[in-house]
């Protein structure tokens, strides 16, 4: 009797299903440990840098306002200055908005230069 060719591929089908599936709960166990981490309210952004410019591509605000200020699925920076005030601004990188930009991405000792960056995009 010959053995069938079929068999080792079930068996390692049926242990990377198997696999897969313990994997994901462990990923799901580790999911509450590392929102513990986080802490701050899950803050995950670190800028180090002190200039705008540099926050501004760091803090990952390019990848919605766009690498010239042009907007994406953000609203363009380019005169923004001339449409909201300073106070506002400062309101939008403090508090985001209900539109999707996330709170806190710029450290409060950091805030007032990047509100007059922004404030001066042109």
């Known amino acids: 009797m010959k053995k069938n060719p079929v ?3 079930i068996l390692i089908l049926v242990f990377g299903i198997v696999l897969v599936f313990i994997l994901s709960f462990k990923g ?3 999911m ?3 929102a513990k981490d986080k802490g701050e309210g899950g803050k995950t952004t670190e ?3 002190s200039n705008p410019e540099d926050i501004y591509k760091n803090a990952g605000c390019i990848g919605c306002h766009g ?3 042009q907007g994406g699925m ?3 920076l380019k005169g923004i200055g001339d449409k909201l005030s300073k106070d506002q601004i400062k309101g939008f990188l403090t508090n985001g908005s209900p539109k999707g930009m996330p709170p806190g991405l710029v450290k409060p000792e950091q805030m007032d230069a990047m509100v007059e960056w922004v404030s001066k995009i042109k």
């Open 28 to 30: 799901l166990g580790d």
């Open 74 to 76: 953000g609203p363009a």
């Open 47 to 49: 800028v180090a840098s």
């Open 32 to 34: 509450k440990e590392v």
């Open 7 to 9: 068999i080792p591929y």
């Open 67 to 69: 690498n010239q200020y």
